[in-house]
């Protein structure tokens, strides 16, 4: 795979003049395979340069070092970085966090007077978990603290530009801004010098709370930027399609490479729509002649609703909790209610006397009050004599259950993931399960923490996974419970804050089998056919089928992508998504749309081509 001399060589000529640097490449242009270049171009020029390298897996981490190993090159994870450089400044760390804490940036729910002196005798630890009161910090605390430090004690800056002459930093557009600030803020008023570099692309900047671009570092000069425009995975109609939806100046073309995956494939591309939505008719029409809907591995289908997948993938009684709690529902429309007639109300009074207050009826004008004690007795009752004030702080929405992203150490590893306390809890008893099951051992002990010092801790452990693995038609709550006893999974501080904030949730979920989680996370892991848009990022399919709908969402809108109108953040968000999940396809890719206005189809026939639109 030959490489094109001249990004590596403009790279270099950015690097002799000490200039930090930008590669951006669109979807399937090879930028891990270029900074794998860059690092061996580095070691090359000087074989006793320290170069960090980072990125947001420990799957990536293994993949760049399988790829290229030097004695001084120090690959790792974003916080494993960031815990490197300021876990040996032990006072300054719990002064830090004292602060953090003080100011509520740092959430201790212990009621704990959390102290210099009470943590005069505590080592500040970096986890899985987290247990402020017993200085032990998780991943969200690492960022904090990061940036607080570096803001806070300019000599860290000084130490790190020493420590390592490169900092390379992969998938610059999944980084948490805090992250960019400490690289390209804090670590430039230093005068000690070193050279930062970036690879990524911004149009793939899907994930909710991370930088999506560092467009102001380089119109100010601060980074270079090198383009590469090169694709060497979607044939020729998919890279034609990418480029019309790109919103940057790369524009891509196929690798001119014998090699590429892509060579000489000009591959296909359909837009599909109907009035219809039955996904199982669809998917049998000629479309589709040759896709094998049972292999996740070569054909998958993109939804951007969870909704359409849960009682496909078999998690559809946690979907219902988080998706159509009916009086969490009754309780939002009384909030609007309140808000629309301006009524002034005593918000510590209870649910049930807030909803005699403010009485809601339904079409049939029947009071919804009725119709839920009716329905849902339990449910209503377990509320009812609670504060209001306490109720309308309990929000559920989907997002809580599955996120945005995969749901152990990319959704850990990344910020912005909206999954709730509970959730993560239970994505980390099945990483256990999976770390020990793969003889990840270290990696298993390192998450958890679990102690061995004898045989009989190893036979306790192995009997206590196998216990596990057979809970499947157990409740949640079991399994919650079973994973704390034998130390596989300890409850922390954000299961405790959990608790307390939503015990209603809690005990909903609690009684479902835990064979409803182990389907979701096969899901969100991608273990199944069925994905959504979010979770793709990264992959690459031979078939690709992308589910959209007529836009009734808050954050993407597909009539706002086909009619370019409505607001610049939703119509930005939606063409980056839309960008992502066409730019799968290494061969194939159909794209359905529900019911669409005519305006839509003819915008389709103008991005897809009049002969590539049907109607079915």
């Known amino acids: 795979m030959a490489e094109k001399l001249g990004v590596i060589e403009e790279i270099f000529y950015h690097v002799s003049k000490g200039e930090n640097f930008l590669l951006s490449g669109g979807a399937g242009s090879g930028k891990t395979y270029s900074l794998v270049q860059v690092l061996k171009r580095i070691f090359e020029l000087n074989p006793k340069a320290n170069v960090a390298c980072i990125t947001y897996t420990n799957v990536a981490v293994k993949e760049i070092n399988s790829r290229v190993r030097f004695e001084n090159l120090r ?59 017993d200085g032990i910090i998780s991943h969200d605390e690492v960022i904090a603290l990061s940036e607080y430090m570096f803001a806070t004690y300019p000599l860290l800056s000084d130490i790190l530009k020493d420590k390592y ?19 390209l803020d804090y670590l430039q008023k230093s005068k000690k010098k070193n050279i930062i570099g970036f690879f990524g692309d911004s149009m793939q900047s899907i994930y909710d709370g991370t930088v999506g671009n560092i467009v102001s570092y380089v119109n100010s000069g601060v980074v270079k930027e090198v383009l590469k425009e090169d694709n060497r995975r979607n044939p020729k109609v998919v890279i034609d399609l990418a480029n019309k939806l790109r919103i940057d100046k790369i524009r891509q073309k196929p690798a001119d490479d014998e090699n590429a995956m892509n060579y000489n494939k000009n591959g296909s591309i359909k837009f599909l729509y109907s009035d219809n939505a039955d996904f199982t008719a669809i998917k049998e029409t000629e479309y589709f002649n040759g896709w094998n809907f049972k292999d996740s591995k070569e054909t998958k289908e993109l939804y951007l609703t969870h909704n359409l997948i849960a009682p496909k993938a078999g998690f559809l009684e946690l979907m219902a909790i988080y998706d159509r709690d009916p009086i969490l529902g009754l309780k939002s429309e009384i909030i609007a209610r309140i808000k629309r007639d301006n009524l002034a109300i005593d918000e510590t009074q ?16 029947e009071l919804k009050k009725d119709v839920i004690l009716r329905n849902y007795p339990d449910l209503y009752n377990e509320l009812k004599d609670l504060p209001f004030e306490k109720v309308r702080r309990l929000y559920l929405d989907k997002d809580q259950l599955i996120g945005n992203k995969k749901g152990t150490e990319e959704e850990e590893r990344k910020k912005g993931s909206k999954r709730d306390g509970l959730i993560k809890h239970l994505f980390h008893i099945q990483e256990c399960i999976f770390l020990y099951e793969q003889s990840k051992y270290n990696e298993f002990i390192r998450a958890n923490g679990y102690k061995v010092t004898s045989i009989q801790d190893k036979i306790d452990l192995r009997e206590a996974i196998n216990v596990l693995k057979g809970m499947k038609d157990r409740s949640i709550e079991d399994v ?35 064979q409803e989680f182990c389907n979701l996370h096969d899901y969100v892991e991608g273990y199944t056919p069925f994905s959504t848009q979010h979770n793709i990022k990264g992959s690459e399919f031979d078939n690709v089928f992308v589910v959209l709908d007529n836009g009734r969402w808050n954050d993407y809108n597909f009539e706002y992508l086909f009619l370019d109108q409505g607001t610049q953040s939703v119509l930005e968000r939606t063409q980056k998504i839309f960008y992502v999940c066409c730019t799968r396809a290494k061969e194939k890719l159909i794209v359905f749309y529900h019911d669409p206005k005519s305006e839509v189809i003819q915008k389709a026939k103008d991005l897809f081509g009049h002969g590539n639109v049907f109607k079915i």
Do not use: C, M
């Open 350 to 365: 209870s649910f049930d006397a807030i909803v005699d207050l403010v009485p809601l009826r339904n079409r049939q004008r």
């Open 480 to 514: 919650i419970d079973f994973a704390d006893s034998s130390k596989i999974w300890p409850k922390s501080d954000s299961l405790f804050e959990f608790l307390e904030e939503k015990e209603y949730v809690f005990n909903r979920v609690k009684k479902v089998k835990y």
């Open 75 to 133: 690959v790792s994870t974003i916080h494993d970085f960031l815990w490197d450089n300021i876990k040996t400044f032990q006072k300054n760390l719990k002064e830090s966090l004292v602060e953090l804490i003080s100011s509520e940036k740092i959430v201790d729910s212990s009621g704990e007077d959390i102290n210099l002196n009470y943590l005069k005798n505590k080592a500040v630890e970096y986890k899985e978990w987290r247990k402020v009161k």
């Open 165 to 183: 002459q490169y900092i390379l930093i992969d998938e610059y557009q999944d980084t948490a801004a805090e992250v960019i600030r400490i690289l």
